[in-house]
């Protein structure tokens, strides 16, 4: 079994920062690819950045600029780090870990960006 768990999300004024977390553990063998993805009421999860074994990454066009998104292979955890935010980043932010042949998500963290 593989474990996904997210941390670090919240609430946050325009402008600030926060930073998330996600671990897996479990039998994991090698992660090919960790990533995450939100969703806001009443849209479509989509995705926010991802990032593959060798550190490239990919960003959605709305956060290029603002996040980071970062992993440290040997503790087998990826980071989101959020600046600048804004309202419209308020959602569920979804950790995912894909491995050889499957993907396993976390069960979402509430971000909320509002004065």
């Known amino acids: 079994q593989v474990q996904v768990v997210e941390s670090g999300g919240g609430l946050v004024q325009p402008g600030g920062s926060l930073r998330l977390s996600c671990a897996a553990s479990g039998s994991i063998g090698i992660i090919y690819g960790m990533g995450w993805y939100r969703q806001a009421p009443g849209k479509e999860r989509e995705l926010v950045a991802r990032i593959d074994r060798g550190g490239s990454t990919t960003y959605a066009d709305s956060v290029k600029g603002r996040f980071t998104i970062s992993r440290d292979n040997a503790k087998n955890t990826v980071f989101l780090q959020m600046n600048s935010t804004k309202p419209e980043d308020t959602a569920v932010y979804y950790c995912?870990?894909?491995?050889?042949?499957?993907?396993?998500w976390g069960q979402g963290t509430q971000v909320t960006v509002s004065s």
């Open positions: 995912y870990v894909r491995l050889a042949f499957t993907a396993y």
